[in-house]
């Protein structure tokens, strides 16, 4: 039988043998956090406690008023040493409120749960996932009632549980598959009633098919959910690569998921929805995969958020001796490290440590015109043009050759023979587009 997918993409080493096959452990609780008052996409949040204070788990800690926005918690119970600016994973200095840990950990649940979630409304079960703190867990970090609250006009007849996992060496997904389903199909359930959908079809790449069991096994009365094995082809998981090929409809260029009448949730972020409203469970935790051939003990990690990165590859046995790359996120569209000191965010989905077998810089060659690039970009867009275009400053062609719909997906610049920087090349092609768009709204 031939496996559903989408057009072109590429096919990058998997490496998931590292941490496939070791179930979750649960991290000891750390001495300190580090937590960052923005983890997503829109308005940062304004502190609510002060230094000195003494903190719950699970306790408000940030707020923000804006609509795209989401509430972060304090993770450990303890005294805040202060709130200040720290190195954030994206390279930044970020506002964080750091927390000794001191006294009993106590985890203070969310309150105003409905008895049954079944007889809740849309509103309260959007209401718990917004204080609840849940944004996207798949990397994007956007607000998730934002997204399962479409604006009038978009009707939504399908979900979609983004199960693909597709970045090599990442295998935090795959594990809560296989070892949550029922929280998975707990927050299926609870999704289907916001968004008012009658189907829902699971995702996933066909090098996991004990998940596809799995998951088949734990949804078999539910007639109206359908797990979908898809081939193993990067970017599968990108949004608009897997309702393609789903359900071949076709997100317009500069479009969402709402505009073809879709929502797409990842695994962790619905088993969060479920843990929220069913037992108050705000997010303070997540599962990161520490793996990498820089790492001596790879593993599948449920750790508090703001948690160091230093700690946590300690917990892992530590680097070997010859690390010398440490990526967050998997190595296609992760992001370098230049600090161990950095915290987890709710976006970290793995930390790749990688030795210099793997990190040796290629040398840069002028470009032969093969056309690699062209026939791998999953967006039908023209890479080698827009780089070029966005190098030289012609801001106006990039953008007429759709620089702003390139996902950042990398498929591009892992082919090009010449190692060209496609990707850096177009980002910043991109933020200076954003840049000029956002100085001419605000004249
Ligand atoms: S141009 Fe953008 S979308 Fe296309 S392959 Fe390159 S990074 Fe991916
Ligand atoms: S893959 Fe590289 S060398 Fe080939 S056309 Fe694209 S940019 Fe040029």
Redesign the pocket.
């Known amino acids: 039988m031939s496996l559903k997918t989408f057009a072109k993409g590429v096919h990058p080493a998997e490496f998931k043998s590292l941490s496939e096959d070791k179930p979750i452990e649960k991290m000891p609780l750390p001495s300190e956090v580090f937590i960052p008052l923005q983890q997503h996409i829109g308005a940062p949040c304004t502190p609510v406690v002060e230094k000195g204070q003494m903190v719950k788990t699970g306790q408000v800690i940030g707020k923000s008023g804006g609509f795209v926005s989401s509430t972060i918690h304090a993770t450990i119970t303890g005294k805040i040493k202060t709130i200040e600016k720290f190195p954030h994973p994206l390279g930044i200095n970020v506002p964080m409120v750091n927390i000794m840990a001191e006294g009993e950990e106590e985890l203070l649940p969310l309150e105003n749960l409905p008895e049954k979630w079944e007889n809740a409304s849309r509103e309260e079960i959007l209401d718990i996932i917004l204080r609840a703190g849940i944004v996207g867990l798949g990397g994007a970090a956007f607000p998730t009632q934002v997204k399962l609250n479409p604006p009038k006009g978009k009707s939504i007849d399908t979900f979609i549980v983004n199960g693909c996992e597709c970045e090599p060496f990442l295998t935090a997904d795959h594990r809560m598959m296989l070892e949550q389903s029922q929280e998975l199909l707990t927050g299926i359930r609870i999704i289907m009633k916001v968004l008012n959908v009658k189907r829902t079809f699971i995702g996933i790449e066909a090098n996991k098919m004990n998940a596809v069991d799995t998951l088949r096994q734990a949804t078999k009365s539910f007639s109206e959910i359908t797990v979908v094995p898809l081939k193993v082809k990067y ?1 599968q998981g990108a949004e608009k690569m897997l309702i393609d090929a789903i359900l071949n409809r076709h997100v317009p260029p500069g479009g969402l998921p709402l505009d073809v009448g879709v929502v797409v949730q990842n695994v962790g972020t619905t088993i969060a929805i479920a843990q929220a409203v069913t037992a108050g469970k705000p997010l303070i935790e997540r599962v990161v995969t520490v793996t990498g051939d820089a790492i001596n003990e790879p593993k599948n990690v449920l750790v508090r958020i703001g948690t160091s990165f230093q700690q946590l590859l300690d917990f892992c046995g530590g680097l070997t001796n010859n690390a010398a790359k440490i990526i967050m996120g998997g190595p296609m569209m992760g992001v370098a490290q230049s600090s161990l000191q950095v915290p987890v965010i709710k976006a970290t989905s793995g930390i790749v440590c990688l030795s210099d077998k793997y990190t040796q810089a290629k040398p840069i060659y002028p470009c032969i015109q093969c056309g690699n ?1 062209v026939s ?4 039908n ?1 023209l ?1 080698t043009r ?1 780089a070029r275009y966005a190098e030289v400053g012609n801001l106006i062609m990039a953008e007429n050759l759709g620089i702003l ?9 892992f082919v090009c023979p010449a190692h060209i920087p ?2 850096q090349q ?1 980002r910043l092609g991109k933020l200076q587009i954003n840049e000029l768009k956002r100085k001419s709204k605000s004249i």
């Open positions: 970017p690039c791998a970009c999953p967006m867009l890479p827009l719909n390139c996902i950042e997906c990398g498929s591009c610049a496609l990707v177009i």
